[in-house]
Nanobody
Framework: QVQLVESGGGLVQAGNSLRLSCAASGRTFSTYGMGWFRQAPGKEREFVAG????????SYADSVKGRFTISRDNAKNTVYLQMNSLKPEDTAVYYC??????????????????WGQGTQVTVSS
């Protein structure tokens, strides 16, 4: 069992930055691949970024490539999403998710076993 708690969301102006954090409970964090997803009102949940168990491989949605960076600190049981050059279309609830011992980076929500409660990110123009 893994419990995930996101933090760091808020209201920012376009062009600014935010860093989201996701703290995981338990001593087996290093056996989970991690992902960030987002869901805007009226839209389906979409993949944003993912990272492998070791942190050696990452993957990004085309819409955030070059602007967002996912990283993890296994000693702190935490995964981060650094979001730069934010745009109004990045406005959504952001969720972190965990998948046990995945092969590579998983990009589909159905692949993930555990989810956080979400944190709101609002980007004003």
């Amino acid at each position: 069992q893994v419990q995930l708690v996101e933090s760091g969301g808020g209201l920012v102006q376009a062009g600014n930055s935010l860093r989201l954090s996701c703290a995981a409970s338990g001593r087996t964090f290093s056996t989970y691949g991690m992902g960030w997803f987002r869901q805007a009102p009226g839209k389906e949940r979409e993949f944003v970024a993912g990272i492998t168990v070791s942190g050696g491989s990452t993957s990004y949605a085309d819409s955030v490539k070059g602007r967002f960076t996912i990283s993890r600190d296994n000693a702190k049981n935490t995964v981060y999403l650094q979001m730069n050059s934010l745009k109004p279309e990045d406005t959504a609830v952001y969720y972190c998710a965990a998948v046990f011992l995945p092969l590579g980076v998983r990009t589909h929500p159905d692949d993930y076993d555990y989810w956080g409660q979400g944190t709101q990110v609002t980007v004003s123009s």
